[in-house]
């Protein structure tokens, strides 16, 4: 997630000082290629060719840079949405990888135990599934809270499995 908070930083900072680099982002070549990079870092996810690290880092990145290059246009000039999600996703990410993922292998038996809890209910819901979901509401701009909502939970369960995946180590 260092690089999804990197880059969600960054796309703020391009909005915030209007950088002319962002009529760049809205060129459908840009944006599609942004999208298809998505697809590929899921399908190497899923058939294991990268770690869960780098395939969620990754897929994110390239998710919020189609997202806002698509949507973009779609919407009138000055829509909070683009200026307030990206923080939100840095502040979301931040939260899950200082505050979970960093701190994991100093967990207590009882918090361990109660992340392997919450794996197992969650098992069904796997961050491939969340990250197919995100790329569907990509293609739904009409619903404008879909993808924040989607890649909500996409950085809350991918900050799940890694966790386990660390104590799983331990």
């Known amino acids: 997630m260092p690089v999804f908070i990197a880059c969600s930083l960054i796309l703020t900072t391009l909005i915030e000082t209007h950088n ?6 809205n060129l459908e070549a840009v944006w599609m290629s942004a999208a298809a ?4 870092f ?19 990145c390239a998710s919020l840079w189609a997202w806002y290059g698509y949507w973009k246009p779609l919407f009138s000039e000055g829509s909070p949405q683009f200026s ?12 899950m990888l ?3 993922i960093n701190r994991s292998p100093r ?5 361990q135990e109660t992340f392997r809890y919450f794996e197992t209910y969650l098992s069904r819901v796997t961050p491939g599934l969340i990250a197919a979901l995100v790329l569907v509401c990509l293609a739904l ?5 879909s993808f924040p909502l989607a890649m909500t939970f996409f950085i809350i ?12 180590r331990l």
Request: glycine share 6%; with cysteine.
């Open 141 to 145: 701009p009409e619903h404008y809270l």
């Open 37 to 40: 990079i998505a697809a590929i």
């Open 157 to 168: 369960r991918s900050a799940f499995q890694r966790c386990i995946e660390i104590i799983d």
């Open 98 to 100: 200082f505050g979970f």
């Open 107 to 111: 967990f207590d038996w009882e918090s």
């Open 20 to 25: 002319p680099v962002l009529p760049l982002l």
């Open 42 to 60: 899921l399908l190497a996810g899923g058939f294991k060719r990268l770690s869960s690290a780098v395939w969620q880092d990754g897929f994110a």
């Open 84 to 95: 307030v999600f990206p923080v939100y996703f840095a502040l979301l990410a931040a939260l």
